[in-house]
């Protein structure tokens, strides 16, 4: 694979700690968000690639999972250096393939390295226990003891830290992992698996492959030798999923879609609050899970809070983020993405929203090619608009008015999606009462700072099952044994 490719970027299977074409030599091909190029050229995995990679990940687990945690850890943290040293090439790729400009491409390769880095000390704190019994003759303890072979599959919005998330608790507690990123972006997840490979992992230790095949996919997650299945997508698709692995009994995690509701109290910071909702309903245009997707302001506030929201997505500086890393948003990553965005707004329009600022793509021929549009802002919204039902995915911030802060608390939980919910007031007491009231994984108050590698990251109603993050996730990946021993 070139590291950074100066016309289209060539990536291939990794299977038994090579990178290597398809058994079938098929193809397919990246196009650039931005310019519509053609950008890269992905081997398309066969089922032959897939049993092939599932085997050898199994014969890894045989040794990978009898090195103590401590000597794992070793072998992680030096592949995560690796890795960082690598982080503008794989940053790069990231750019190009899913439009985040490189910045913020570059940070989400090194920030994935400190997640790895955090589980590999989780491993080896993992602690047994020794338990009192009812009869002297009787020792009992504890043990904790990897799963087995891991499948990973990974989103396009993040490409690379939602693999980590996954990657990482996988590795440290010693099991083995078949990663299946999407067809989307397929090229920096590659990248980073092999950049890890290269900096130490095994071979076996982490296979990739690529496909745009959904029986591949499907074939993955239901193979007897794939104990466990982690997977970040769309409701619908971890519904699916939950289908097919149901009557094998396979162990679960899923982190699916959000609509994530913020309200904004008569009392709120608006100067913080603008500037949060701002950052967490454009930032990488709207393409989060935990994005903002709805405001209900106190009615007290609601045209000042309006105006200041207004004032930050002016500024919102847009552009290629391959050609000028340093711009605030990249284009869209799919047409079907901006399609839905398109419809949404206009849905809005129809049926009586106001039209703040944006709703259309930037003016310039440099935007003529790519998915582009504008950090939008509505008001007037109603529930029954698409935008206040369904997760858009895209740069719009709905802003409804509020009279009571119980209705708004209605209106945040009428909602099949419990993910992320935020909230902005200065008093403790509603504080506490609202964070508990919310229906959601995860609240943050007066802050956007959702994702913590310390903290569970779980998804109520249809936005998950199991959790991520946090050093309980280790316990996603390893199976309970019990030792009852008698002494006689």
């Not at 030096?78 to 790069?92: C, D, L, N, T, W």
């Not at 900096?199 to 007897?224: D, F, K, M, Q, Y």
């Not at 047409?335 to 259309?360: F, M, N, P, Q, R």
């Amino acid at each position: 694979m070139n590291s950074v490719p100066s016309e289209i970027a060539n990536v291939d299977l990794i299977v038994r700690g090579k990178l290597r074409p398809s058994s079938s030599g098929q193809r397919w091909r990246i196009t650039s968000p931005a310019t519509g190029d053609v950008v890269g050229s992905v081997a398309s995995a066969t089922r032959e690639d897939l049993l092939e990679a599932i085997e050898s990940a199994h014969e890894a687990f045989l040794t990978w999972s009898r090195l103590t945690p401590y000597q794992r850890e070793k072998v992680i943290r030096q592949a995560a250096a690796h890795v960082r040293s690598k982080a503008e090439e794989i940053g790069r790729l990231m750019a190009i393939e899913q439009g985040k400009p490189f910045n913020q491409s570059k940070s989400e390769i090194t920030a994935s390295c400190d997640t790895l880095d955090y589980y590999a000390a989780e491993g080896v704190r993992l602690e047994g226990s020794v338990l009192a019994t009812e009869d002297k003759s009787y020792r009992s303890s504890v043990i904790y003891q990897p799963l087995g072979v891991c499948a990973l599959i990974t989103p396009w919005n993040y490409p690379v830290s939602l693999l980590s998330w996954k990657l990482g608790p996988a590795l440290a507690t010693g099991c083995t992992v078949v990663v299946k990123p999407t067809p989307v972006t397929p090229m920096s997840p590659t990248a980073f698996c092999a950049a890890l490979i290269d900096g130490g992992i095994p071979a076996g230790v982490i296979s990739v492959l690529n496909s745009e095949s959904i029986a591949i996919a499907e074939e993955l997650v239901t193979h007897p030798l794939v104990a466990k299945v982690a997977m970040t997508g769309s409701t619908r698709t971890g519904k699916r999923l939950m289908e097919l692995v149901a009557p094998l009994l396979k162990r679960v995690s899923l982190e699916l879609g959000g609509q994530c509701p913020a309200i904004v109290c008569a009392d709120a910071d608006l100067d913080l609050a603008a500037k949060v909702i701002s950052y967490k309903g454009f930032r990488n245009m709207g393409q989060s899970c935990s994005s903002v997707n709805r405001v209900y302001a106190d009615a007290s506030i609601h045209d000042a809070f309006v105006r200041k929201l207004e004032e930050l997505a002016e500024k919102h500086t847009i552009g290629d983020g391959v050609t000028d890393g340093a711009v605030d948003l990249g284009p869209m990553t799919t047409a079907s993405c901006l399609a839905t965005v398109k419809e949404h707004v206009a849905d809005a329009l129809t049926k009586g929203a106001t039209l703040i600022c944006g709703g259309a793509a930037p003016n310039g021929d440099r935007f003529a090619r790519g998915n582009f549009y504008l950090p939008t802002i509505l008001t007037g919204v109603t529930p029954d608009m698409l935008v206040m039902r369904e997760e858009t995915f895209g740069p719009v911030l709905p802003v409804a008015s509020f009279a009571r802060i119980e209705e708004a608390v209605h209106r945040a939980n009428d909602t099949a999606w419990g993910l992320v919910a935020y909230l902005f007031a200065r008093d403790h007491a509603t504080i506490t009462r609202i964070s508990e009231a919310l229906e959601a994984g995860t609240i943050c108050v007066n802050n956007g700072a959702v994702n913590t590698n310390y903290a569970p990251y779980s998804g109520w109603k249809d936005s998950g099952f199991g959790f991520e993050l946090s050093r309980e996730a280790v316990f996603e990946y390893l199976k309970t044994k019990h030792i009852k021993v008698g002494l006689s």
